[in-house]
């Protein structure tokens, strides 16, 4: 554009060279007083699209009071209106750029005359800001005065709007490169669109594709028909990593690594065959460093001649961060393999040790109870006790083996059921029945809250592990004199079972990990309960697999264990 002014032209490329790495309201600022400044206006906004639910919102204004944005909003909602209804509606329905004269002749601004009036502009230009063929904001300029637009006016903030989209889009993907490997797909697909919206600027006219030359932070080349370079941008040569003077003239194959030679040879083809696919490509620097690139061609006919315009990207950091995640990842399933592995034999050991110890135990526990049956012998009464604690401990470490194997058999998961027909009350009587002399030993009350209860499906056996398991916990974490109620109730599509005691009760912040396998509330070596911390974990996987739910519930006076079980369906029973 021979008419434009060179301030505007400097301050076009002061937009392409802000800092993407900037906080982003600092970029929109930096976009807004550029152009403003450029242009002799008062004041301006920026709108952008919210990704995530299209509306159009307005983050970012200059020359204007701080609560500007929010006035912006009130009067709207005032007018029973929506910013959409504005000129930038229009913007976002046409894909073209609106022009405001004279405010107060502009319908669409009437819920804003007031709010215009008082702040002293007069006139606008609402620009779209595009991704591709897709409206992404908008950069709006305001005058003091009311004014008519001059035809360099439009196009320097058009321009001015094509490259703050650009900026904009680019600092969005700056901030998101560095959190995870789909951001890095993100940042090429906006890079796709950067470069088909360049190349329809390309064609627009020669003056606009100098002006987005000049300014470009992507490399630029001009090859003619016999494949030489003719001219390039100072991005280019950066890139290339090769003095212009050095290039202009030379055969294109001069930056090209030998063995990619027929490689590019082939693209050249096809692009004059009207095939314009982007690719990446590599080149040898002057310094003989390889660089990697992403290439875009198209291609016209300027002042009669063919030539092939070519946008390079240099994504030489994105490549090695590309290699970086893939050899990380490689570690990482490495790692999760050899993981894998250990759990596998450590599950093996338990499963081999526990049914080793299981048959010199229950020996012992046949033995005991000879001796104490006095089938073999008569025994004192100091013998007798003896006896009793090698039996209590010979069962508990029984049932802890039984424990060690249910666990084997969850990691395995071979944990097999049985189904059939169920009384959860005779479960219930049962299992309080069993449970009274455990509790009588520290003076707790044991009482049942019960409702008449339907058959269920399910694993007797399993379940009523589950329930002993539950109050043998309540007993063991309830003081002496506590009191323990078990409550079962009859839902409309399921039944409910509750176990509530009077104890020391379960800490927030560990109710989410109970039901952890091998998770103890007080891990340290010197707490007060025994226990493995795999009991709560068998719970949740028998009840889980009857479709059940099971969870604990605490408030410092206690804790109170719900399980919830489908009632019997044709289904269950099928």
């Not at 804003?112 to 006139?123: A, I, N, Q």
């Not at 012992?364 to 009793?388: H, R, Y």
């Not at 009859?490 to 509750?498: A, M």
Request: aromatic letters at 8%; hydrophobic letters at 35%.
């Amino acid at each position: 554009m021979e008419n434009i002014e060179k301030p505007k032209l400097k301050a076009l490329t002061d937009i392409a060279s802000i800092d993407i790495t900037l906080e982003f309201n600092d970029i929109l600022q930096s976009i807004l007083k550029i152009t403003c400044e450029a242009t002799g206006a008062k004041s301006g906004t920026i709108m952008l699209v919210d990704e995530l639910d299209n509306n159009i919102r307005m983050v970012a204004s200059y020359g204007l009071p701080q609560d500007y944005i929010e006035r912006v909003y009130d009067a709207a909602k005032k007018a029973g209106v929506d910013l959409a209804s504005s000129p930038s509606g229009t913007v976002l329905e046409t894909d073209k750029y609106y022009l405001v004269p004279n405010i107060l002749e502009e319908p669409k601004d009437k819920p804003w005359y007031d709010l215009s009036k008082e702040l002293g502009f007069s006139s606008q230009i609402f620009t779209p800001m595009k991704k591709g063929l897709k409206v992404i904001g908008l950069l709006n300029v305001y005058w003091a005065e009311p004014r008519r637009f001059t035809d360099e006016e439009i196009n320097f903030v058009t321009i001015a709007a094509s490259q703050a989209s650009s900026v904009v889009q680019n600092a969005r993907l700056c901030g998101r490169l560095e959190n995870n490997v789909q951001e890095l797909k993100q940042y090429k697909e906006n890079l796709e669109d950067k470069i088909k919206e360049t190349h329809k600027k390309l064609y627009d006219s020669e003056r606009y594709l100098r002006t987005i030359i000049e300014s470009s932070l992507d490399g630029i080349l001009v090859v003619d028909e016999n494949c030489r370079f003719e001219f390039g941008n100072d991005s280019a040569f950066n890139i290339l990593g090769w003095p212009g003077e050095e290039l202009i003239g030379q055969f294109f194959m001069k930056v090209i690594p030998p063995d990619l030679e027929e490689f590019m040879l082939d693209r050249f083809h096809d692009i004059q065959k009207g095939n314009e696919t982007p690719y990446e490509t590599r080149i040898i620097t002057k310094s003989n460093e390889t660089k990697y690139l992403y290439v875009s061609h198209s291609h016209g006919v300027i002042k009669g001649k063919r030539k092939y315009i070519v946008v390079i990207k240099n994504v030489t950091e994105n490549k090695k961060l590309e290699q970086q995640l893939k050899e990380y990842h490689e570690k990482l399933e490495k790692s999760c393999e050899e993981l894998k592995e250990a759990d596998r034999i450590k599950t093996e050991f338990i499963s081999n040790l526990t049914h080793e110890l299981m048959t010199p135990l229950t020996s012992i526990k046949g033995f005991v109870e000879l001796l104490n049956d006095e089938a073999i012998g008569t025994i004192n009464e100091e013998q007798k006790k003896s006896l009793g604690i090698i039996h209590r401990n010979s069962e508990r470490l029984i049932h802890l083996i039984k424990e060690l194997l249910d666990i084997s058999h969850l990691e395995k998961n071979t944990l097999g059921l049985h189904f059939g027909l169920v009384s959860i009350n005779d479960i219930l009587s049962k299992c309080i029945l069993d449970m009274q002399p455990m509790a009588k030993e520290k003076q707790i009350s044991l009482f049942q809250d019960a409702r008449p209860l339907p058959v269920i499906w399910g694993d007797e056996e399993r379940l009523t592990q589950v329930i002993i398991n539950l109050l043998g916990n309540a007993i063991k974490f309830t003081p002496n004199d506590g009191k323990i109620t078990v409550i079962s109730r009859d839902l409309t599509e399921q039944i409910k079972i509750s176990v509530r005691d009077t104890g020391m009760g379960i800490p927030g912040d560990r109710l989410s990990r109970i039901f952890e396998r091998f998770y103890q509330i007080d891990s340290s070596t010197k707490r007060k309960y025994g226990g493995t911390g795999i009991g709560l974990s068998i719970c949740k996987n028998v009840i889980e697999k009857h479709y059940g739910s099971i969870w604990a519930e605490s408030d410092g006076n206690g804790s109170t264990f719900h399980i919830l079980l489908p009632k019997l369906t044709s289904r269950n029973g099928s």
